[in-house]
């Protein structure tokens, strides 16, 4: 009797523990952090820089320019890059240029070497000027002939004088074939007498001919551009 009353007394505390178990207060829920997409910025779009002269011509197209009987062409036909040029004049450091020299000239006769400012290149522009008409025309003056890249301006840089002879350019220089240098002259009728010539402008090394513009103003209501490429 005792031993069934003992297994009933446990039987009863095994069934208390169980149901204190279940009615315990359950585990607070972990809270989930909900983490928000990432948002990728959109990509900017470049905006283009416009063409400063979108008809610009091809090289070799002419340009007339004059009226009446005084008429004639201005044509850009070519361009070259050099680092540095030689050339030579026969009168360069002449007993007379050394007076009129506040210091010793430098330079002797012979082949010299010419080189741009740092971080610059010349520029070689080649063009032809001709006479359309029956009557002599007056020539475009190179100072009115300017290079446009990027942005910048450049003007031609004049030589020593009609005399100097640049290393490897089977031409002289446009404004020395047309007056006194850079303030331009006639030119006579006829095939014959078409002026061809080079000007020389100094430019950032880093120019780009795509962006290179040749711009000329051959008379007071003319202007020519050309695209180097």
């Known amino acids: 009797m005792k031993r069934i009353a003992v297994l009933i007394l446990l039987a009863t505390l095994i069934l208390l523990t169980a149901l204190s178990g279940c009615t315990g207060n359950a585990p607070a829920a972990t809270p989930v ?11 900017p779009e470049l905006t283009p820089t416009p063409d400063p002269f979108p008809d610009a011509l091809p090289l070799n197209t002419p ?5 009446g009987k005084k008429t ?24 007379r240029e050394q007076l009129e020299s506040s210091d010793p000239l430098d330079t002797q006769k012979g082949y010299n070497t010419k080189s741009p400012q740092e971080g610059n290149t010349f520029l070689f522009v ?3 000027a001709a006479s359309t008409g029956t009557e002599a025309v007056w020539a475009p003056s190179p100072a009115r002939i ?26 002289s220089q446009y404004d020395f074939q047309i007056g006194a240098g850079g303030t331009g002259g006639y030119i006579q009728p006829g095939k014959s007498n078409t002026v061809k010539g080079f000007l020389i402008y100094e430019v950032p090394a880093s120019f780009s001919p795509e962006t290179t513009y040749v711009v000329a103003n051959a008379d007071a209501q003319t202007q020519g551009v050309w695209k180097l490429v």
């Open 33 to 43: 952090t909900t983490v928000p997409p990432a948002t990728v910025p959109p990509t």
């Open 126 to 128: 080649y063009l032809t």
């Open 72 to 95: 004639g062409e201005l044509t850009v036909t070519g361009s070259r890059v050099r680092p540095t040029f030689g050339w030579v004049d026969p009168s360069w450091n002449s007993p």
């Open 146 to 171: 300017v290079v446009v890249s990027d942005g910048t301006t450049a003007s031609y840089t004049p030589l020593a004088s009609s005399q100097t002879v640049v290393d490897g350019e089977p031409g």
């Open 63 to 67: 340009v007339p320019f004059g009226s």
